[in-house]
C-alpha cells in the first residue's frame, strides 16, 4: 500500500472523529474502516463503523468543540501502522493526547488500538 494511500486512510479516520453529525462521520469512515473493524482505548472497546460512530459522538458531547489532530508522520510496514494524536480545545489546550495503532486488510482499517498520554 502506498505511503499517500495510507496518508488517506488516516486522514479520513480523523475527519470521522471531527465531523459535525453522525452521518458525516460514517461517511468518512465508509472510506477507511473494515466491516466489523473493531476500535479499543483504555475506556471502550467497539465493534463496527456504527458503534464506532455512537462512541465518537459521545466523545464529543464531553468535549464540545474539541478536535482531533495528528501529531507526527504515521509509521507504517507490514499493514500495520502508528500515529500521535491530540485532542484540543478550540482554546487549542490539549485534552489528552496518545498513540494509535491499525491494522490494515485490503485497504481498510480492521482494527485500531488508541493509548491515552505519553509512553512511559
Not at 482531533?68 to 480545545?89: C, E, P, Q, Y
Request: charged share 20%; glycine share 8%; net charge negative.
Amino acid at each position: 500500500m502506498s505511503d499517500s494511500t495510507i496518508e488517506r486512510l488516516i486522514e479520513d479516520y480523523c475527519a470521522a472523529w471531527n465531523a459535525p453529525d453522525p452521518a458525516t462521520s460514517h461517511a468518512m469512515l465508509a472510506r477507511c474502516w473494515a466491516e466489523g473493524g473493531a476500535y479499543t482505548d483504555p475506556t471502550v472497546h467497539v465493534v463496527g463503523a456504527g458503534e464506532l460512530v455512537a462512541h465518537i459522538f459521545r466523545v464529543q458531547a464531553r468535549r464540545p468543540g474539541s478536535r482531533i489532530v495528528m501529531t507526527s508522520g504515521i509509521d507504517a510496514h507490514h499493514d500495520t501502522l502508528r500515529f500521535n494524536w491530540k485532542r484540543i480545545n478550540p482554546d487549542r489546550t490539549i485534552v489528552v493526547e496518545g498513540l494509535d495503532v491499525a491494522t490494515l486488510e485490503a485497504g481498510r482499517i480492521t482494527r485500531m488500538i488508541g493509548f491515552f498520554g505519553p509512553l512511559l
